[in-house]
């Protein structure tokens, strides 16, 4: 997610590129920087060149960084004709492009983000709001355990236990793609019903694939059947078959929706 006042390619329009970075000063820059005026931490006259707040879900408040204090790692564009070596040193002359900026691995997987930087006389801003990243991570990792485990049963033909394998698949990718989007209450406290009803409202939106969708109240009534013999269960080889598919093409999705 990324936006720049400048002369670079927008993903906002110009006015809109321009109104947001003056949100990001009205909202944490200049209370920040007349927080450290008055505490006599700079002068009136202090310079930003680089500013980043970090809006990490986990804590009760955002941390501004200003200058020397941004910890960021910026994917770079370089020109034609420069050739580096990695870690090599890049100045700001031999950068055609400025294309991604993310946190580093010292903040927390879970936490947002906004980062300015000035280049070339203009202002780049990086932003991705999105938090809850590093816990999205560790349910697709272990969705990727169960989908395993699921092809293993379809194998086998042990087919409740790969309906109950690939239930707690579909969810957990499900769950996966609503922690980075969702507010804090869902992510805090998640139920069967409640991820469903989320991850149906996720659809209407448009935010996802329908046949995930499907995928997920599919799953769930067949699995009380299969794991609880509460009612009937029967499911043939081609629907398994189809329902692997669409859950590899699940997580497929997950990993850049997350990303």
Request: proline share 2%; hydrophobic share 35%; aromatic share 12%.
């Amino acid at each position: 997610m990324t936006s720049e006042v400048g002369n670079q390619k927008p993903t906002l329009d110009e006015e809109g590129a321009k109104t947001f970075f003056n949100h990001i000063l009205q909202l944490w820059i200049y209370p920040e920087l007349n927080r450290r005026v008055e505490n006599g931490l700079i002068s009136k006259d202090y310079q930003v060149t680089k500013a980043q707040i970090v809006l990490d879900p986990n804590r009760n408040s955002s941390e501004v960084r200003l200058n020397d204090e941004v910890k960021a790692i910026a994917k770079l564009k370089l020109k034609p004709d420069i050739k580096k070596q990695f870690k090599e040193e890049v100045f700001e002359d031999e950068i055609e492009e400025i294309i991604g900026v993310t946190l580093t691995d010292q903040d927390s997987p879970d936490a947002g983000h906004v980062t300015l930087l000035q280049f070339r006389g203009y202002w780049i801003i990086q932003f991705d709001f999105r938090h809850y990243k590093g816990k999205a991570q560790e349910r697709l990792d272990a969705a990727i355990q169960f989908y395993e485990a699921a092809k293993y049963c379809y194998e086998k033909k042990l087919w409740r236990s790969f309906v109950d394998n690939l239930f707690s698949t579909v969810e957990l990718l499900a769950t996966s793609q609503l922690f980075v989007i969702s507010e804090q209450e869902y992510v805090k406290k998640q139920t069967h019903v409640w991820t469903r009803l989320k991850y149906n409202s996720l659809m209407l939106a448009n935010r996802a694939n329908e046949d995930y969708k499907g995928l997920l109240n599919k799953l769930h009534g067949l699995v009380d059947g299969a794991r609880y013999l509460s009612k009937p269960f029967e499911i043939s080889s081609e629907d398994a078959q189809s329902y692997l598919t669409t859950a590899q093409n699940m997580i497929d999705f997950t990993k850049k929706f997350i990303s």
